[in-house]
Nanobody, 119 residues
Framework: QVQVVESGGDLVQPGGSLRLSCEAS????????MGWYRQAPGKERELVAT???????IYANSVKGRFTISRDNSRNTIYLEMNSLKPEDTAVYYC?????????????WGRGTQVTVST
């Protein structure tokens, strides 16, 4: 089994910063892709930032220049550094990992962490 757990969500003022973490654990042979998605109330889940199979990072246009995704491969962990936060960044942030367990590859989701940007 594989577990994906996010942490770091909080209430922050506009213009502030926050750092999210996501760790995958369990029966992991190889992490293929790992990234961040978010879902705001009444909206569909959307990509925020992710590492591709080839190791490059891609970002949603709405967060380019403000958010940075990074990773620690030794810990199967990724981070999302969020700066210049705006009220429209308010959402539940989910971590997704596509993991090969030695038998097959599958997508795993965390339960999410709430980010609220408000005065």
């Amino acid at each position: 089994q594989v577990q994906v757990v996010e942490s770091g969500g909080d209430l922050v003022q506009p213009g502030g910063s926050l750092r999210l973490s996501c760790e995958a654990s369990g029966s992991i042979w190889r992490v293929n892709t790992m990234g961040w998605y978010r879902q705001a109330p009444g909206k569909e889940r959307e990509l925020v930032a992710t590492f591709t199979l080839y190791g490059s990072a891609i970002y949603a246009n709405s967060v380019k220049g403000r958010f940075t995704i990074s990773r620690d491969n030794s810990r199967n962990t990724i981070y999302l550094e969020m700066n210049s936060l705006k009220p429209e960044d308010t959402a539940v942030y989910y971590c997704n990992a596509n993991i090969y367990n030695g038998n097959r590859a599958a997508d795993y989701w965390g339960r999410g962490t709430q980010v609220t940007v408000s005065t």
